[in-house]
């Protein structure tokens, strides 16, 4: 079946330090794949998306490119800051069925001054 | 606002007891997901609703669980006789889609709703 693995947390940095996060996928077909945000108290939130291979999806400063070859769809920002800190999921969501969506566990994030 | 809205957002009961939760859709989504996040973990899949009709549930829904979507518009989540390891975020979901075809439209997710078994 569908699947997704992130790295595990936390992930600690100071500001403006670079952001990797680690996200590889299991999947028949051609999935979508997304990253979720969560802010603390909040709601997910859609942070970016690609919807087939080689797109890069962007936002807010984060970026990840959709690795078909490796099945990779890891997340990258050149320079965190504090109000960054939230935990960070990757998902992916089949093209075929009903298109729900199948997430990792979660990566946390704490950006100190 | 006009967000996917849930209700209560936090639930707290003891074990044996019945709980039903709600979840307001954005007004034209036709589609609508529950999912639940244990702590430390992502949201799980539970079920998915097309208008009104069930069309996908989890083998995570146990015969204790049922939801519904009378009308297409808001649906509710039963857990009957409620255990601890019931415990955990309910998460709700809504987008729009062609009735059997593919949607890449974005799922917009509720505030979610925080269920607490003692």
């Known amino acids: 079946g569908n699947s997704v693995t992130q790295m595990e947390g936390p992930v600690t940095l100071s500001e403006e330090a670079f952001l990797t996060i680690n996200c590889t996928y299991t999947?028949?077909?051609?999935?979508?794949l997304f990253w979720y945000v969560q802010y603390p108290g909040e709601g997910l939130q859609l942070l970016l998306k690609?919807?087939?291979?080689?797109d890069k999806g962007s936002n807010k400063g984060f970026e990840a490119t959709y690795r078909k070859e490796t099945t990779s769809f890891h997340l990258e920002k050149g320079s965190v800051q504090v109000s960054d800190s939230a935990v960070y999921f990757c998902?992916?969501?089949?093209?075929?069925?009903?298109?729900?969506?199948?997430f990792g566990t979660g990566t946390r994030l704490l950006v100190s001054p | 606002d006009t967000g996917v809205s849930q209700d209560p957002r936090h639930k707290i009961t003891k074990r044996g007891q019945n709980v039903t939760f709600r979840c307001d859709p954005i007004?034209?989504?036709?589609?609508l997901y529950w999912y639940r996040q244990t702590l430390g973990q992502g949201p799980e899949f539970l079920t998915y609703?097309?208008?009104?009709?069930?069309?996908?549930k989890s083998r995570l829904l146990s015969d204790r669980f049922s939801a519904e979507r009378p009308k297409g518009s808001f649906s509710t989540l039963e857990i009957q006789r409620t255990e601890q390891g019931d415990s955990a975020m309910y998460l709700c979901?809504?987008?729009?889609?062609?009735?059997?075809?593919?949607?890449?439209?974005?799922?917009?997710f509720g505030p979610g709703t925080r269920l607490t078994v003692l």
């Open positions: 007004s034209e989504h036709n589609r």
């Open positions: 690609a919807t087939k291979a080689d």
């Open positions: 979901a809504s987008t729009i889609g062609l009735a059997g075809g593919s949607s890449y439209n974005e799922q917009f």
């Open positions: 609703f097309q208008n009104e009709a069930q069309l996908e």
């Open positions: 999947a028949t077909g051609y999935p979508s």
């Open positions: 998902a992916l969501r089949s093209y075929t069925g009903f298109q729900k969506l199948v």
